[in-house]
């Protein structure tokens, strides 16, 4: 067939024209810690059936990294739903329903005991070492849903209803077929590391290594206050009947997507309020409100309006911001790569920031700082002092950290955390990502209003993200209460917004794929005009025309 040259992981070789990636690939296993799950080829991901036939530049790639961490489990949901199937019959199911401490919740439509849990757990393990190929077919989409019509799968179905393609992308393992709108492993041999932990009798919790854990495991510990706002956020949407994209599609497409919108706001209006009235009811021995969230959650919006909410209360809140603290420029903590690290605690004047709001507690007048980002500086000239009746709102990524305010006592702190929880899924096996939904929030806002374009975006975003794992995340239990700022139709408007900066991301561009990803998801999704978004949904702090922009 012919030798041609290629570039594998920075070494140049001859191979022969036709070589699999996955052929290739085994003559590299021995430098990574895991097996290797998928090619970038000249910065395109592929899949290792593919073969190689024309010089190209090669690098493979294992769980540890973003794209292969993402695959690996879309591999493990696969083997589940195949191991529930093998063991409790065909009707047998599993509805993956969102991630919750570095794994992902997962209910199933038969009881769960421990014991249970072991078989599939051991199923699962028997699959995996039998290394199993995951082929993947194109069909046409009307095959497709006559498949899915035949298995009882109705959320496939919709989602194929929707897509206009007369070809779909299936996977095959042995007998099942499948949807996912992500890469998948070429066998289930790659997925040697995994976990089972009964949580429930319908639910339990799947797990495996991490970009932030991969040398291990992770051991479960519950949040019990995350799960309860995430199974909230749920059993709301079944209310509604939209548990999924099909449902949302359908209201869109049927025209009733207007007062979906207004009972959403409506909702999530109703839920800060119930934290105002809270708040008003301990105002005696309460003077600090703090609020903390990842990036793109919305804490701008959701403090504004929580001031507001108080103030109707008869309450005078002045708002503090632990942004305004920082270290100057010059006096900033670096991380490993010699970068300023703009997420760490150590990146905060926290003597000037805890003097400040003491000396405020006790009624002084303060001289608090403006951070001039421009400059790298504190810049002193704005006073503040709380009066009678007037309570301090404090936000920033730290202020749930309980290294904080030590000289204060908790009684007089009341603790918010904010976060999209996405309400809804793709599937019953495909779901929608936090962070994605944040990402794409973030997307449209540094467009906006910083004049960013999409590759700058996504080459901070995994910072940002190593940033909230080590500093917002770890704390997110010592919240009084979680608020969720995502709104359940917002990522048909999102993608009005988003889709045409996404395909702005040159062909040759690293984060191409990336790009790529969110639109194959984002295609999922009919549009929805933000025309009826109200003027002070939190929404609006992202795609523009918010009522509470200075």
């Not at 799950?37 to 593919?50: F, G, M, P, S, T």
């Amino acid at each position: 067939m012919g030798v041609i040259k290629v570039k594998v992981m920075g070494e140049e070789k001859d191979i022969e024209k036709g070589t699999s990636l996955r052929q290739l690939s085994q003559e590299y296993e021995h430098i990574f810690s895991y097996p290797i799950v998928i090619a970038r080829v000249n910065n395109r991901l592929q899949e290792l059936h593919k073969q190689v036939n024309k010089e190209c530049e090669i690098e493979f790639l294992d769980l540890t990294s973003r794209e292969g961490n993402r695959i690996y489990v879309n591999g493990l949901v696969f083997v589940m739903i195949y191991a529930v199937k093998q063991l409790f019959g065909d009707k047998s199911d599993i509805c993956v329903q969102h991630s919750i401490d570095k794994g992902l919740y997962i209910e199933t439509n038969f009881d769960l005991t421990v014991d249970v849990i072991n078989k599939i757990k051991q199923k699962m393990a028997e699959i995996i070492e039998s290394d199993l190929p995951i082929t993947k077919i194109h069909s046409k989409r009307d095959d497709a849903i006559e498949y899915f019509k035949k298995i009882g799968d109705a959320s496939k179905v919709g989602i194929m209803k929707y897509n206009t393609n007369t070809y779909v992308t299936l996977y095959r393992l042995d007998n099942i077929y499948n949807y996912f709108y992500n890469y998948m492993p070429s066998s289930t041999g790659k997925l040697t590391y995994f976990d089972l932990t009964y949580l429930n009798t319908q639910g339990c919790v799947l797990r495996f290594p991490t970009i932030y854990n991969s040398n291990i495991i992770k051991e479960y510990v519950h949040h019990e206050n995350m799960f309860i706002t995430f199974r909230q956020c749920r059993q709301w949407g079944k209310i509604m009947g939209i548990a999924d994209a099909k449902d949302l599609n359908s209201l869109v497409s049927n025209g009733n997507i207007k007062e979906l919108i207004r009972i959403d706001e409506t909702l999530q209006n109703n839920r800060l309020l119930e934290i105002a009235k809270e708040i008003n009811a301990k105002k005696d021995n309460l003077k600090i409100v703090l609020i903390a969230g990842p990036s793109s959650s919305g804490k701008t919006t959701t403090t504004n309006k929580l001031c507001m909410y108080l103030k109707s209360f008869g309450l005078k809140p002045k708002m503090l911001s632990m942004d305004n603290y920082y270290l100057d420029l010059k006096d900033r903590p670096r991380d490993v790569q010699g970068q300023i690290d703009f997420e760490n605690l150590q990146a905060i004047d926290l003597n000037l920031f805890n003097r400040q709001v003491e000396q405020l507690l006790n009624g002084e007048e303060i001289i608090n700082p403006e951070y001039n980002f421009s400059l790298g500086i504190k810049e002193y000239n704005k006073k503040l002092q709380l009066g009678q009746g007037e309570i301090l709102l404090i936000e920033g990524i730290h202020c749930l950290n309980e290294k904080i305010l030590t000289n204060i006592p908790d009684s007089a702190k009341y603790k918010i955390y904010i976060s999209a929880i996405t309400e809804l899924n793709i599937d019953k096996h495909n779901r929608i990502s936090t962070t994605d939904h944040r990402l794409l929030r973030r997307i449209i806002r540094d467009n906006l209003n910083r004049g960013f374009d999409v590759v700058k975006t996504l080459s901070v975003w995994p910072n940002v993200r190593n940033g909230e794992e080590n500093n917002i995340f770890p704390y997110q239990d010592n919240a009084d209460v979680i608020f969720n700022t995502a709104l359940i139709y917002e990522i048909g408007v999102l993608k009005t917004y988003v889709e045409p900066l996404l395909y702005s991301v040159d062909t040759e561009s690293k984060y191409y794929e990336e790009a790529k990803r969110l639109l194959n998801f984002l295609r999922l999704f009919l549009p929805i005009s933000s025309e009826d978004v109200p003027k002070d949904s939190i929404l609006r702090e992202f795609i523009g025309g918010s009522c509470f922009k200075d």
